[in-house]
Structures are given as C-alpha cells and as structure tokens.
C-alpha cells in the first residue's frame, strides 16, 4: 500500500534560520511526488512535481529534492510569510485516475 | 485563467436542509475532484471525475452527491448532513492523457452543519 509520512509534524524556526522538511514515501512506482503550500482556511496552493530521482526544483526561497525513498522541502532564509502546513503527495502507476496520497503535512511556523 | 473557483465561500446549514457546492475551472482539465479536510489533516478524497464520468467513489456516504454536468463544472449536492460533516470542501482539477499531472485547487468551501 502507498504511503507517505512526513516529518517534523511541525517546526517553529527564527527568521533567516534556514531548514528542511522531510517526505518519505513508498510507492508502487513513483508517477510524481508533488509539493503544496496550505494556508488556515484556504486550498493548497500547487509548488512543486519532482518525477525522478535526483530531480530538483526551486521556487524563491524554496528548493524541492528528491531521492528514490523521500524528498526535502529546503526553505533557504525563511520569512515570517512563509509560515504554513506544507503538504507533500505522492502518485504510484497503481492509482487509478490520478489519485495522490497525502502526507499529514509539516506546519512551518516562522517568527520575526 | 489558471484557477479552480468554488462557491460559496462559506455555507451554514441546518441538517434537514438541501445546499449544493459549486466548482468551475477553464484549464481545459478533464479529471475533477472533491475532497473534504477537517482541521490540522491532509484533504481527503471523495469523489473523482474523469470526462464527466464517476470514476472513483470513496465509500462516501449518500447524502453526499455529486455531479459533472459538463467538463468546466463539477456539484456536490448536500441533503440531511449532519454536524460531523462540517468542514472545508475541496475542489481540484488536473489535466488527463499525462503521466504526471498536477492537482490545482479551489479556495473551498466552509461548511458548517447546525
């Protein structure tokens, strides 16, 4: 059965202190590991889709790595809007119809 | 326009009421889907719409029911909830005929059951 765990299941950093976020999954065949930023209240906004290992991907002060067991969500000089539940999701060649499996997410806390 | 709209914004009903939910999007994407997410968890699937046809169907019980009436669209009617059904109701939508398609989601809906 697929699975995705992540970890910490949250993280309180200072402003500027830079630090990395955890998505180990096992997988029937990895078809996309997809990175989402979710704010209180609101849908998760789409980040990153790595496909293979060794792949990586950057956005501002973010940069999604992955390896044939787990990817990092490397924040780099974090800002306090950064602050959010970072969700990482998988897509195995056994989901039918694009389903992805969620992990529990990491809730980032940045303070000023 | 790269975005999935979903209204209301907010909904407060009583548990003999009838409501419906609304999703659209103009990507051209051909799989729709809901979810539902309670507070501090991951979304969770309920339904999965692959050209305007249920192909998945989460085990989700019947007062929930959905329907793609065409390939922007996607309902959920609600009937008889009850208070544990109160939470934000998802939308998403992603291409088809890809290997590696993305979920982009709506804002969702608050639901509150009285």
């Known amino acids: 059965e697929d699975q995705v765990t992540q970890s910490p299941e949250a993280l309180r950093l200072q402003e500027g202190e830079s630090s990395s976020l955890n998505c180990s999954y096992t997988?029937?065949?990895?078809?996309?590991l997809f990175w989402y930023r979710q704010d209180p209240g609101k849908g998760p906004e789409f980040l990153f889709t790595l496909y293979s290992a060794g792949e990586e991907k950057e956005k501002e002060r973010l940069k999604a790595t992955l390896t044939k067991k787990e990817s990092f969500l490397h924040i780099t000089a974090p800002k306090p809007e950064d602050s959010a539940t970072y969700l990482c999701?998988?897509?195995?060649?056994?989901?039918?119809?694009?389903?992805?499996?969620f992990g529990k997410g990491t809730r980032l806390h940045i303070l000023p | 326009d790269t975005e999935v709209t979903q209204t209301p914004k907010h909904l407060v009903m009583g548990m003999t009421n009838k409501k419906s939910l609304k999703c659209e999007q103009h990507?051209?994407?051909?799989?729709m889907y809901w979810y539902k997410q309670k507070a501090k968890k991951p979304p969770e699937l309920m339904f999965v719409?692959?050209?305007?046809?249920?192909?998945i169907n989460e085990s989700v019980p019947s007062r929930f029911s959905p329907e793609c009436p065409n390939s922007s669209l996607l309902n959920l009617h609600l009937h008889a909830l009850q208070p544990e059904d109160s939470a934000l109701y998802l939308c998403?939508?992603?291409?088809?005929?890809?290997?590696?398609?993305?979920?982009?989601f709506g804002p969702g809906t608050r639901l509150t059951v009285l």
């Open positions: 990507m051209g994407h051909r799989a």
């Open positions: 997988v029937s065949g990895l078809r996309g």
């Open positions: 999701a998988v897509r195995g060649v056994m989901n039918r119809d694009d389903k992805i499996i």
């Open positions: 998403a939508s992603s291409q088809r005929d890809r290997d590696y398609n993305e979920q982009f």
């Open positions: 719409y692959s050209y305007e046809k249920l192909s």
